[in-house]
């Protein structure tokens, strides 16, 4: 009989299971379908890490990030477990091909869901004992997950393309909605839930109203200059987080500052990600490009300057800050105008009908004039419209089989047949995406405690916090003292006499 704890120290090192972990790898380990939500920084990668060690055969990982699956990787060869690869686009030709023709020798494998959407890559898999199939940050499959991909949502035929063995399916934001469309998508019916608080005690939330953008530089020049610790600062504009970072750098000198956003290079993405888990940088100005994965357990501030457009996506966001377990803050700062932006940013996410019309137009004179067409992957650069509001009409493209395999199959009598039914899920997806950015609205202006509202589309409840709560239930600003900056200058400014005295005296509070 296995005892996992000695396990879990045996392979890892570590003594005891956070919450939630033995509970879903004893269900895994008997072969049970899983859906696991836990909150984030909870060490959710041990579910299947874990089994990877104890299971006879192999685990294959869906991930959505390269960056994510590199750092694992890396993390896990360092903690000697040898038997594990990431298999992606960006591995040479000849490379990929070598851990292809060797994949017998692998206990754990990485693959994002484009990768795993190849026939051929699916052929070499099916060769394999494959034990456990993962779905980490399962959000991405429910149409009404915050980071939808449509591949997500294919992977129930990979599934059966394997043989149907045992699914995980991990999440830290998943609202019931969207757990029962995971469940539903990957055609586990019988999934065995495992659910858990989602808050984070350790974390005070902080809503500012500003008058004007100037005015929410000053604040973080403020913020950034009295606490020296590990920041990510949010944005939902690529331009504005390259902006303020460079900004920033003027104002702060000695520190180290970034950006990092989806315009970006992939190598430039990866080598700042790196630099700032080393250390190497103190303070990243991004879009919601960066973070989904990140393991480094010191961020104290996470600032947004732009509101998010939901409610899970800031539970994410904010989620990166404290993993260690000590005090954290998360800022959001916001004036009117914020609004009317967040109001465009959703409507922009979406096509508009005349965009789709306009796709398939371009599709179906292309292909009558034999002319080459991107990949469906492609297919928003066919008319210049965002990456999101494609991922919106490929999904519907696969949806209605007018593309399947990465091939295109329109022709004008399908898609006849097909528009009313697109142009419906359109509406419908545009009220719900309005409908979460009301209720992140009616959030942020509410008198009520910030973390009870914050969590409660996900449980009942939340647990009582460690240290200050938020900013409806009287947070200050130098009551809050994070141990990596008070032997700063400038920390040293913002405390009280007692705290001064206390710390120049080494007398603990008793």
């Not at 699916?122 to 991405?140: G, I, M, P, S, T």
Request: proline share 4%.
């Amino acid at each position: 009989m296995i005892h996992l704890k000695d396990a879990l120290h045996h392979h890892f090192n570590y003594d005891a299971f956070r919450i939630g972990q033995e509970e879903i790898i004893s269900d895994v380990l008997r072969g049970e379908d899983v859906l696991g939500v836990l909150p984030t920084g909870s060490g959710k990668s041990i579910c299947y890490q874990l089994p990877a060690k104890l299971l006879d055969g192999v685990t294959i990982v869906v991930s959505p990030l390269i960056s994510l699956m590199i750092d694992q990787v890396k993390e896990l060869k360092a903690a000697s477990f040898k038997e594990v690869i990431a298999l992606n686009s960006f591995m040479p030709f000849h490379e990929q091909q070598r851990a292809l023709n060797h994949l017998d020798l692998y206990r754990l494998i990485y693959v994002s869901p484009e990768w795993l959407q190849k026939k051929n890559h699916q052929n070499y898999l099916k060769r394999l004992q494959v034990k456990l199939f993962v779905v980490d940050e399962a959000h991405c499959i429910s149409q009404w997950g915050h980071e939808f991909r449509p591949d997500y949502q294919r992977l129930h035929e990979v599934i059966a393309e394997l043989n149907h063995p045992p699914v995980l399916a991990l999440s830290a934001t998943a609202t019931p909605d969207v757990q029962t469309d995971i469940i539903q998508s990957l055609n586990k019916p019988n999934m065995k839930k495992h659910i858990y608080p989602m808050d984070r005690k350790n974390i005070a939330f902080c809503v500012e109203e500003v008058e004007n953008d100037q005015q929410k530089l000053e604040r973080i020049e403020e913020i950034t200059k009295s606490y020296l610790v590990p920041t990510l600062i949010y944005f939902t504009s690529r331009q504005s987080s390259e902006e303020v970072a460079l900004w920033l750098r003027a104002k702060h000198p000695n520190m180290n500052i970034a950006y990092y956003h989806g315009g970006m290079e992939a190598s430039e993405r990866l080598r700042i990600q790196q630099q700032f888990m080393n250390n190497q940088i103190d303070i990243i100005c991004c879009t919601s490009a960066f973070g989904m994965g990140i393991n480094k357990p010191d961020i104290r501030l996470v600032i947004h300057y732009h509101l998010p457009l939901q409610i899970e996506s800031y539970i994410q966001e904010v989620g990166r800050a404290g993993r260690d377990g000590n005090s954290s803050v998360g800022v959001i700062l916001y004036h009117k105008g914020d609004f009317r932006l967040s109001t465009n940013m959703v409507k922009n996410e979406l096509p508009t009908i005349e965009d789709i019309d306009r796709l398939t137009r371009t599709i179906l004179t292309y292909q009558n004039n034999q002319i080459d067409l991107p990949s469906p992957e492609q297919l928003h650069m066919l008319i210049d419209i965002n990456e999101g509001a494609g991922r919106f009409i490929l999904r519907q493209l696969q949806k209605y089989e007018l593309v399947r395999d990465n091939v295109w199959l329109l022709d004008e009598q399908k898609w006849k047949s097909v528009r009313v039914k697109i142009i419906q899920n359109l509406e419908e997806r545009k009220i719900y995406k309005n409908d979460k950015l009301n209720e992140l609205y009616q959030w942020i202006r509410s008198d009520d405690c910030f973390r009870q509202s914050l969590y409660q589309s996900f449980q009942n409840g939340f647990q009582k916090p460690d240290g200050q709560c938020c900013s409806n239930c009287g947070f200050h600003w130098s009551d809050w003292l994070p141990e990596s900056s008070l032997n700063t200058v400038e920390s040293l400014s913002l405390m009280n006499w007692r705290n001064k005295l206390q710390k120049i005296l080494n007398i603990e509070e008793g």
